[in-house]
């Protein structure tokens, strides 16, 4: 149950460090922590679906049709690990790729949000919370498509959220 709950929580709480873990390599640092962090976690519940079946897990005390249900079954195991495994290698490709840009920090919040975000979509169990997940991905990786200042970025940006 902690580990399902983790998966959302550690991403987004590693977006809102990142702004304050300064300009050096900070950012950098809790970003490849957490998305290997988010790899082991989405690991550990890939296992415990083997062993267990689905998992269901209520959030905030409400009954399942009002409240937040996160559901983690054989797909959204495959998919957690496999939206972890890819996020973790962009963390790492980041570092160095990164380094010609000044607002690298921007960067890995954006980029961490979008992770929690894809997370939360695929542990989702009913439409309301699928669809403020989505968002969340979606926001902020339509930032990511118009990071930077050049017109082609500016112009992909537009033609994404048309």
Do not use: H, Q
């Not at 957490?34 to 209520?58: D, E, F, K, M, N």
Request: aromatic share 10%; proline share 3%; hydrophobic share 60%.
């Amino acid at each position: 149950m902690t580990t399902v709950l983790a998966i959302v929580s550690v991403g987004l709480a590693a977006a809102f460090l990142v702004p304050l873990a300064g300009r050096r390599r900070g950012p950098e640092l809790i970003a490849c922590a957490a998305t290997l962090g988010l790899l082991l976690l989405s690991l550990r519940a890939a296992a415990a679906v083997a062993g267990r079946g689905t998992i269901a897990v209520g959030l905030g005390g409400w009954p399942p049709p009002v409240g937040i249900i996160l559901v983690v079954d054989g797909l959204s195991a495959l998919m957690l690990v496999t939206v972890n495994l890819v996020a973790f290698l962009v963390a790492l490709y980041a570092v160095d790729y990164m380094d010609r840009y000044t607002g690298r920090w921007a960067f890995y919040t954006l980029f961490l949000l979008m992770t929690a975000g894809m997370n939360g979509v695929c542990l989702a169990g009913d439409l309301f919370n699928l669809f403020v997940f989505l968002e969340i991905a979606t926001l902020s990786s339509y930032a990511l498509v118009a990071f930077g200042t050049e017109r082609e970025e500016l112009e992909a940006g537009f033609k994404y959220a048309v």
